[in-house]
């Protein structure tokens, strides 16, 4: 598979208080770093997860990627073309070829207008004028199993299944070569879920589109992906293939997810692994290795020293960032 979007040394940061605020109280730095020199690539056709806590810096990415969020330092690669720092005109053909679900399926969803208006929006941003909105709505609905008088309808007439299809049919619209899906099951019915994943593999096998997966459902990582990386306060400290990371995870951090994965089989012995302590604020990030505040096998080189990318011996593009890997 030939590589679609390389990301590198991917960095955002937020303000925190205002320049006056800011020299009032003495403040030298008051920004937060939600994502720190991330770097990944994902190949045409690929599946590739984000997997971490609420607040890890997975959305600050994909939305960073789209163009929704601006990139402090970095770069965006594209199909070859470096489009991070293009003005919006000139990413407009580059944008044209992404597309997002994002993670509340009916706040996502302009309730003033209908179904087919919202599936109308895509053609009418990139200046598709000579479309015949009715049909191209009709299609969409089909493609993602929707009656096509679901188009007359709005969005609070919609259950949360109806409406992440309808926003599945909007961002395929106009057959995008990667989606970004946040949080795709996100508030959905257990069977309901399988039903949009299933939904997604099909079209993806369908139209060859890579997919970007945002979530903290590691169920839903497994079945559908080929390679995942986790985030800890803005860092990938694991990355590579799904099948390898869940059978030999190296950082204590993704030992612990993994640990706390639900199990449906009620004979399965569990092995929990508990994470003592809260997740450090990013305001105060630890020295060293930032997770040595809640790791069970942190010693004194950690506390001092940031670790470096390391990289299993059989597996090179399984990385990771850990002194004392397992």
Known sequence: MSGLLRVQDLSVRFRTMGSLKALATGTKDPYIDAACGVSFDIRKGETLALVGESGS?????????IG???????????????????????RKPYLRRMAMMFQDPIASLSPRLTVRSLLG???RIHGLR???AAAEAARLLRMVGLPEDFAC????????????RVGIARALAL???????DEPTAGLDVSVQGEVLNLLARLQNELGMAILIITHNLNVVRHMTDRMAIMYLGRFIEVGSTELIFEHPRHPYTQALLAANPDPDPDAVLN???????VPSLMRRPTGCEFHTRCR????ICRRVFPDHSTSSDHTEHSFRCHFPA
């Open 130 to 132: 000579d479309i015949d």
């Open 57 to 65: 810096g997975k959305s600050t990415i994909a939305r960073t990627v």
């Open 153 to 164: 309808r709005y969005p609070h007439q919609l259950s949360g299944g109806q409406a992440r």
């Open 175 to 181: 057959n995008p070569d990667l989606l970004i899906a």
């Open 272 to 278: 929990r692994i508990e994470l003592k302590g809260e």
């Open 121 to 123: 929006e895509p053609f």
């Open 68 to 90: 929704l969020q601006r990139a402090t330092s970095g770069s965006i690669i594209f199909d070859g073309q470096e489009i991070g720092a293009l003005s919006g005109s000139e």
């Open 297 to 300: 096998y942190a010693q004194d």
